[in-house]
Nanobody, 115 residues
Framework: QVQLVESGGGLVQPGGSLRLSCAASGITLSTYTMGWHRQAPGKQRELVARIKSGGSGNYADSVKGRFTISRDIVKNTVYLQMNNLKPEDTAVYYC?????????WGKGTLVTVSS
């Protein structure tokens, strides 16, 4: 059974940083493409960053240069380092895994950027 559990969200001031974690079980995350998405109130869920099995990453234009996706193969965990956060980054952040049996999602972690 595939499970993805996000953590690390919270309240942060503009310009601050947070690191989100996504702990995976039931899959070896280095085998698949892993991603971070977010959904702000009243908006559609959007891709933030993705890391492929080979380790290459890609980012939404809105977060390039501020966010970094990475993974720890030993811990089977994917991270999203978020720097220089802006109020428009406020959203629920979801981790997902694109596997051969389907796409799996975590339940999300809330990030609020506000002074």
């Amino acid at each position: 059974q595939v499970q993805l559990v996000e953590s690390g969200g919270g309240l942060v001031q503009p310009g601050g940083s947070l690191r989100l974690s996504c702990a995976a079980s039931g899959i070896t995350l280095s085998t698949y493409t892993m991603g971070w998405h977010r959904q702000a109130p009243g908006k559609q869920r959007e891709l933030v960053a993705r890391i492929k099995s080979g380790g290459s990453g890609n980012y939404a234009d809105s977060v390039k240069g501020r966010f970094t996706i990475s993974r720890d193969i030993v811990k089977n965990t994917v991270y999203l380092q978020m720097n220089n956060l802006k109020p428009e980054d406020t959203a629920v952040y979801y981790c997902n895994a694109e596997t051969i049996t389907g796409v799996y999602w975590g339940k999300g972690t809330l990030v609020t950027v506000s002074s």
